[in-house]
């Protein structure tokens, strides 16, 4: 059995088109065996104490915890989404119409009304074996709007005014990030590498964009200003760096880092921990011992809304 570490009670690879099938089945299907014996624990951790409370236990594969105002969770599990009442401790499904396989990278609008997702559409005509697309509907759940013309693309990050959302796409074989107006139309590619870019999430104040790139041979944190401009490299160390969230202060950034070089993957079963940069000082610390996790422990923004908590998912597998 795969252990995660005993906390306290209180597109994967995207470069290349012959893996994203790997990528698909590991992330995303329901049918995956790894995650047919997935015990999920869905934790909070206190970045000032350390403390980390163990919310709940479920037999099942769950991902990707968004933190609501109203003191709840929404989290993905095979293609459905999920809220998770903090208080009753208990799961209602959201209502997501048609888009009955979501994957992973969903969130709340800034103005806490909207949530985002992204749905593998099987009708669209591309001849894509996952074509995911973004989608947009009322966070109490409703029919979805349809964002993107084009697929693959992964949401990942909202704009504070709630008119403009960044994601990965994937175009012609290449994964770069890019953004697009809430109510569709043109996108506008901000990066330009040959190697994979990922995870984009608006700063608090909109200036910059953080993401993890593959562009200098190893995958590290970046930020850029919100038009592509600028790049600055954030990490330089030899755990594989993913998915940074700025907290809804603007003081620091939250981060998984897999403890071995995983490439540009980010799959689940692995040995990951969650680390803390200080934006002004550039410190980082470790913020949880290292647990099995990885694909679904901390995807999407999970910030509390007083930026003193996130929200993540660990696992065991038999």
Wanted: hydrophobic share 30%; net charge neutral; charged share 20%.
């Amino acid at each position: 059995m795969k252990h995660l570490y005993r906390f306290c009670m209180k597109p994967a690879v995207r470069p290349a088109f012959i893996i994203i099938l790997l990528f698909s089945v590991l992330s995303y299907s329901s049918s995956a065996a790894i995650m047919g014996d997935t015990t999920s624990y869905i934790h909070t951790l206190d970045i000032r104490s350390g403390k980390i409370d163990t919310l709940t236990s479920v037999k099942s594969h769950v991902e990707a915890p968004n933190w609501h105002p109203d003191n709840y969770l929404i989290l993905n599990s095979y293609g459905k989404l999920y809220r998770f009442d903090l208080t009753k401790r208990n799961f209602t499904q959201i209502n997501t119409g048609f888009a009955n396989a979501c994957n992973n990278d969903h969130g709340i609008s800034p103005d806490k009304n909207w949530l985002v997702i992204s749905h593998n559409d099987k009708s669209d005509p591309s001849p894509k074996s996952y074509k995911s697309a973004i989608y947009v509907l009322p966070v109490q759940g409703g029919t979805p709007r349809r964002i993107t013309s084009e697929v693959m693309s992964f949401w990942h990050g909202w704009t504070p005014d709630g008119k403009t959302l960044a994601y990965c796409g994937e175009r012609n074989g290449n994964y770069d990030i890019y953004s697009i107006g809430v109510d569709g139309g043109k996108e506008t590619r901000l990066t330009d590498s040959p190697d994979l870019d990922d995870g984009p999430d608006y700063s608090p104040d909109g200036k910059y964009i953080y993401f993890n790139s593959y562009r200098t041979g190893h995958m590290q944190i970046w930020r850029m200003l919100a038009d592509g401009s600028n790049l600055e490299q954030l990490t330089f160390d030899v755990n594989s760096n993913w998915f940074a969230h700025p907290s809804p202060d603007n003081q620091w950034i939250v981060y998984i880092a897999y403890t071995s070089d995983e490439k540009q993957s980010h799959l689940f079963g692995k040995q990951v921990k969650l680390r803390l940069m200080n934006l002004q000082t550039k410190e980082i610390k470790d913020i949880s011992p290292v647990f099995y996790g990885g694909q679904g422990s901390i995807n999407v923004p999970s910030w509390s809304p007083d930026s003193r908590k996130i929200a993540f998912v660990s696992y065991s597998v038999n």
